[in-house]
């Protein structure tokens, strides 16, 4: 294994803003965070990376949820619903399956909007209140439109969500009409989505809070320091992989971040980082292609359809940041069916873990790497779930076992019960 910590113990520049700035992964641009809106580097349109001029070891940090990480964040605080520390779930039944030495779900549906995207909220709510900004907005497949449009309440901030019409869950849309968000409907898909925020946020009419943001990122970091801690504390050992869906693909990027900043502090060994594993619907999976075919650029997908909506993503705008994750720490991605997903949703809710169908996608990735050798018995491993059961129950109903009609008296549920 053999990972690029390049920009990850480094002095701070004159840029810095209490040993915090910005850099391209590109180039040798470096910047200040805050004096004003940025989203690529100026020099070479590559994307930008948070750095600091310290790592903290775990020793130094207090609290729980998100922000016990504060040393390793931008603020020491930002707008909060005590979102993080999410369990990692011992899963037996589907460990004895798949024949692996441990098995860990760390379940980021338990964030108070019902995904990982609080994280990244938190975070980025708290860097628009120090630039400024009036308005926040984002395009979504469901998930960051109802984080956004929470934090952004929270915040007391307007809020634009824009959404591939016909394309997002019922429960999420919900979310973000409920916290009072203005929904814009597009005629196109979420990359086109995407494209027009993009431009909304380059004209100065919002300030863009999806994932292209790099302290977005920072936030999503601390699911890669819960899993450390917590895997340590359950089992006295550190995982050798870590399988995850990839959409957008931010939080392979934001893990591997912060597996380099914990090796750059001292925390773990290049050794000991896990292999990093992607899992895309095989309808939406240009990540996967690009790991197959050996290249080092993402071919656009213009046309995806999958039912895991939240991973129906044909550009991952994060893929220059996490293909280098997945191949320096020896990993792979593969692509899973909609059958396959839906089926491994059902082996999580039978081991109690109810997740929306996208993230099922890792557990069908593990089972699919399991089959063909790629993954070994030996491993211990944790599955990443991104989004809770409620996020799509139109997909659960649908998963799961119908309803069956009954007389209103006790002998005849217990008739029907002998049927």
């Not at 294994?1 to 641009?29: H, K, T, Y």
């Not at 909007?113 to 975070?123: A, I, L």
């Not at 773990?268 to 290249?295: C, D, F, K, R």
Request: with cysteine.
């Amino acid at each position: 294994m053999s990972l690029d910590l390049s920009g990850d113990r480094s002095e701070a520049p004159a840029v810095a803003d209490d040993g915090v700035w910005l850099a391209c992964i590109e180039c040798e641009w470096m910047g200040a965070p805050f004096e004003e809106v940025r989203y690529r580097c100026p020099d070479c349109d590559g994307l930008l990376e948070v750095r600091y001029d310290e790592h903290p070891t775990f020793d130094e940090f207090e609290g729980t949820g998100v922000w016990r990480y504060a040393d390793a964040l931008p603020f020491d605080a930002g707008v909060s619903i005590e979102e993080g520390n999410t369990p990692l779930y011992a899963v037996p039944t589907i460990e004895d399956e798949v024949g692996v030495a441990d098995l860990r779900v760390k379940h980021e549906g338990m964030n108070p909007t019902g995904s990982f995207k609080d994280r990244g909220m938190t975070v980025g709510v708290r860097v628009a209140e120090e630039l400024g900004v009036g308005r926040l907005a984002c395009a979504s497949t469901g998930n960051t439109s109802a984080a956004l449009a929470c934090y952004g309440a929270r915040a007391g901030t307007e809020v634009l969500v824009l959404l591939p019409a016909g394309k997002v869950a019922a429960g999420k849309v919900a979310q973000a009409s409920l916290h009072g968000a203005r929904i814009l409907e597009v005629d196109g898909n979420f990359d086109a989505c995407l494209d027009i925020v993009s431009d909304l946020a380059e004209r100065g009419e919002a300030y863009l809070l999806n994932s292209l943001n790099p302290f977005r990122l920072e936030g999503q970091k601390t699911i890669g320091l819960e899993i450390i801690e917590q895997f340590r504390d359950q089992t006295g050992d550190l995982p050798d992989r870590i399988v995850l869906p990839v959409g957008n693909a931010g939080n392979t990027a934001a893990l591997y971040k912060a597996f380099r900043e914990l090796v750059a502090a001292g925390e773990l060994s290049v050794e000991e980082v896990p292999t990093l594993t992607g899992v895309q619907a095989e309808g939406a999976a240009p990540m996967v292609e690009a790991i197959e075919e050996g290249n080092d650029e993402v071919r656009r997908w213009d046309e995806v359809e999958t039912r895991a909506t939240a991973i129906r993503i044909g550009n991952p705008v994060n893929a220059p940041k996490a293909l280098p994750g997945i191949r320096e720490t020896g990993g792979t991605a593969v692509a899973v069916s909609d059958e396959e997903i839906t089926d491994a949703q059902r082996a999580l809710a039978r081991d109690g873990v109810g997740v929306e169908p996208a993230s099922a996608a890792s557990v069908a990735g593990l089972r699919k790497l399991r089959e063909s050798g790629e993954i070994g018995s030996e491993e211990q491993v944790v599955c990443l779930t991104t989004g809770h059961l409620l996020k799509d129950p139109d997909a659960a109903a649908a998963a799961g076992a119908d309803p069956e009609p009954v007389p209103a008296d006790t002998e005849g549920v217990l008739e029907h019960l002998g049927e």
